[in-house]
């Protein structure tokens, strides 16, 4: 009985040993963890097996390794499968940016994006819908399993990690982009820390390339690094220390060594050197950023998160601005209250942020301005670019600030007839205009004559303020170190330094040559880049400036700014609200004058030399009528082609701020009898002599 007792429990025993082994050797076969250092000799293995060496720069190394900026994004890159709800996020801004899937998985986090277990949030009319399995459980030695399984319109995603009971993870990430791509990645990443001190350790493996990242970071300013980088064409090796750059933030202080040579940096502040994945990152946003307000709520983030590229930002939100300025710039404004205190406030806040940048490096940012130009700016803005936009500035507060300082009261009948008009047709042609500003000038005598004589005072300190800048602007070009703007705007000549020149007293026309080349060479250079039709203005720049050694007439700048706006209008149909403006446009002989208002400013018809002004029998400034001096018999043909207009100024003096110096080069208005007649005359033809081809 023992004996059959003693085999019993032998026999259970050996049962019982043998389910224990078998249950053992399972749990090892199924739950046995990755570990850091089996990927790192991986690694190795693969890094020896290159041959050639190929040849890249830092930037190249920054779209395939992991490359953290500061112990901050050091510790988002430990674990980029956290936070599984993003992992949507992090596969759209991989593909709408062309980054590495891991760099973005990585920092998904520094994006503003709402996000839960069943979508992500992009913008008001962006959502990722998204289904997300997780299973997870203890294995071994305290190693934690970890699967999690995406699943959104761009891919399907997997990954299987391990994590140690320190900082330590591997992850087998697999993507089945909706492109039918497949991306197999294994990431392997630690970090330790002594002291302040802290140094991570990050492997990429995959199919086109593997990356080992060994970075030490010992305060918010500076790292040191060493990464090992092999593709399909070969390996690289890179190392050195960077440290943050108080006087230029967009380029580190510091070096990099390669296998065969260092890699400059340089010192002037003249670029942007990119050392991490966020700047990388940061970078590719500001692209899309610069014209695109969901992208730029992104990098206005990423900015103050990691201090960096304030400068780009703040141009961007002056670019924002300045269209939000073009947009309320415009006819209307004569006519709604407040309207000019209100753009005027708007362009005190642009100016404070634009004095507030040092230097940022643009890269394919367009400035608006009114009328839908636009304005490139690209390759650096410093101090030079600074000037021109001052100038910019202080020439729309002259004319805001000009306005202001006149009279516009009109009768509350008057003003909301004209209002109606306006907002229910938003695309006036300039026609419509001139027909609505004629009819303000008739309804009220007082209507743009001077209100407050202080403020048009400003209004001049404005303009002098302009012309200072332009000045400075137009030297600074002549410098070796060209910037953006030398680019972009062509044979821009040096000016005359001081403004004093043209302040205050009468100019001779061949001395305003040099200004008006430059502001000639500027409105080309916005035409030709908005492609747009070259105006009146520049038309007429152009050709002056051609003529400078006629010495034909003086000005006095001052005189024509603080004299009323009545004063320098053209004389006024009775009959009809139009001013007296007269083209030599003509189709098959038939003469356009008065009869047809062209498109612009400058008649783009073939060209008819035609006699002027022998219509209407009646003529108005506004305040009286009175007999037209040139009816019937009108100003003779004068043989000059010019696409201008012939123009009836009831007071071709300006004011007094004009003088005609060459009448003799203006042959048929010798014959006129009286002085002011004659003068009238002489006006008409000086701009027609002038603008002249």
């Known amino acids: ?13 050996f049962i019982l040993l043998i389910f224990a082994l078998y249950s053992c050797g399972k749990t090892q076969e199924v739950e046995f963890a990755r570990k850091f250092e089996e990927i790192e000799q991986l690694f190795q293995r693969i890094y020896e097996e290159a ?27 430990l674990n980029p499968i956290s936070e599984p709800e993003r992992i949507s996020s992090a596969l759209y801004i991989s593909r709408e940016l062309d980054i590495p899937t891991i760099i973005s998985l990585g920092l998904k986090g520094i994006f503003d994006y709402d996000c839960d277990e069943d979508e992500c949030k992009i913008s008001n009319t962006k959502v990722i819908k ?57 990431y392997a990443s630690r970090i330790t820390q002594v002291g302040e001190s802290k140094t991570g350790r990050f492997i990429i493996i995959s199919e086109e390339k593997s990356c080992y990242t060994i970075i030490t970071s010992d305060s918010l300013s500076s790292r040191s690094f060493e990464i090992l ?12 220390e960077l440290e943050s750059n108080s006087l230029c933030s967009q380029k580190p202080k510091g070096y990099i060594d390669k296998i065969q040579g260092i890699e400059e940096i340089g010192n002037k502040c003249d670029s942007v050197f990119e050392s991490s994945n966020v700047e990388t990152i940061f970078r590719r946003i500001q692209q899309v950023a ?13 900015s103050e998160q990691f201090d960096m590229f304030r400068d780009e930002i703040k141009l961007i939100e002056i670019a924002r601005e300045l269209e939000s300025f073009s947009k309320d ?69 002259f004319i805001l600030k000009y306005f202001e300082s006149a009279n516009l009261e009109l009768d509350e009948n008057t003003k909301n007839q004209i209002l109606n008009t306006i907002r229910s047709s938003p695309n006036l042609t300039l026609k419509d205009k001139v027909e609505l500003l004629v009819k303000s000038l008739k309804s009220s005598s007082e209507f743009l004559s001077i209100k407050d004589q202080a403020e048009r005072q400003k209004a001049y300190e404005y303009f002098m303020s302009a012309l200072t800048n332009l000045i400075q602007f137009s030297q600074s070009l002549t410098l070796p170190e060209k910037t953006g703007f030398a680019k972009f705007i062509k044979g821009v000549p040096a000016i005359p330094s001081s403004i004093t020149e043209i302040a205050d007293v009468y100019i001779q026309h061949k001395d305003l040559s040099y200004y008006l080349e430059i502001i000639s060479a500027f409105l080309k250079a916005i035409y030709s880049y908005s492609g747009k039709q070259q105006s009146f203005l520049t038309y007429f720049f152009e050709r002056i400036s051609q003529k400078w050694r006629y010495d034909m007439f003086q000005i006095n700048l001052k005189n024509l700014i603080m004299s009323s706006t009545r004063a320098i209008l053209p004389a006024m149909y009775v009959e009809r609200d139009s001013f007296i403006i007269e083209w030599e446009c003509g189709i098959d002989g038939i003469i356009y ?16 030399d035609s006699k002027h002004f022998f219509h209407p029998q009646y003529i108005t400034d506004g305040n009286e009528i009175r007999s037209n001096p040139f009816y019937n018999n009108g100003l003779e043909r004068d043989g000059i082609r010019t696409r201008a207009p012939y123009i009836f100024f009831s007071d071709p003096t300006f004011s007094g701020a004009i003088k005609i110096t060459r009448s003799d080069l203006l042959e048929v208005c010798g014959n006129i009898p009286t002085e002011k007649d004659k003068k009238i005359c002489e006006m008409a033809e000086l701009i027609a002599f002038l603008s002249s081809e």
């Open 229 to 240: 980088l092999r593709n399909k064409k070969g390996y690289e090796k890179f190392s050195g």
């Open 290 to 302: 610069e014209d695109d307000g969901t992208w730029f709520k992104q990098a206005r983030k990423m």
């Open 51 to 77: 041959e050639e060496r190929v040849d890249l720069n830092f930037k190249d190394v920054l779209t395939q390794c992991v490359v953290p900026r500061m112990q901050y994004d050091l510790e988002l890159f």
């Open 593 to 608: 004058a008065y009869q047809i208002f062209p498109r612009s400013l400058t008649c783009q018809e073939i060209l008819v």
């Open 1 to 13: 009985m023992i004996i059959k007792s003693t085999l019993l429990i032998l026999m259970l025993s």
């Open 130 to 186: 998204h289904s997300i399995y997780l299973e997870e459980r203890k294995v071994q030695e305290g190693y934690r399993f970890e699967r999690v399984s995406v699943e959104s319109e761009y891919a399907k995603f997997e990954a299987i990690s391990y994590y140690s009971p320190t900082s330590e993870i591997v992850s087998e990430i697999k993507i089945q982009w909706e492109d039918g791509f497949n991306e197999n990645i294994t």
């Open 329 to 397: 710039f415009s006819f209307s404004v004569l006519y709604e209250d407040n309207k000019l205190n209100e753009l005027l406030s708007k362009l005190d806040q642009i100016e404070s942020n634009l004095k507030s940048i040092e230097i940022a490096f643009p890269i394919d940012l367009i400035m608006h301005t009114p009328y839908d130009f636009s304005v490139p700016v690209s390759f650096q803005f410093n101090e030079t670019e600074k000037l021109l936009f001052l100038a910019y500035l202080n020439f729309q507060r």
